[in-house]
């Protein structure tokens, strides 16, 4: 059974920065997509960042986020700095057991999801 464990998360001033992590765990996903998305508030769910052999970014993180991978650890990270409040949401892990990158902007492509952690952003 595929797990996806989200951490990190938290309340920080605008400006400061976190690292929310994602711990796979029943399947090695080394290589494979894997991705962060968000969802604010009366807003739906967007793309953030997502890595397999390259890295995409949502241009609202781009110069700010950096996801990466261990796969000694099989997990994914994503590094945010200079948050902003607009940054306020709930962050969700996702991954994908197949080594093509058509859908990796789309959320609806993606067959694995953590739970979620909160990341708040005080102005």
């Known amino acids: 059974q595929v797990q996806l464990v989200e951490s990190g998360g938290g309340l920080v001033q605008a400006g400061g920065s976190l690292r929310l992590s994602c711990a796979a765990s029943g399947r090695t996903f080394s290589n494979y997509p894997m991705a962060w998305f968000r969802q604010a508030p009366g807003k739906e769910r967007e793309f953030v960042a997502a890595?397999?052999?390259?890295?995409y970014y949502a241009d609202s993180v781009k110069g700010r986020f950096t996801i990466s991978r261990d796969n000694g650890k099989n997990t994914v990270y994503l590094q945010m700095n200079s948050l902003k409040s607009e940054d306020t949401a709930v962050y969700y892990c996702?991954?994908?057991?197949?080594?093509?990158?058509?859908?990796?902007?789309?959320?609806?492509?993606?067959?694995?999801w953590g739970q979620g952690t909160q990341v708040t952003v005080s102005s």
């Open positions: 890595i397999n052999w390259s890295t």
């Open positions: 996702a991954g994908r057991l197949d080594r093509t990158s058509s859908g990796i902007y789309r959320d609806g492509w993606y067959d694995y």
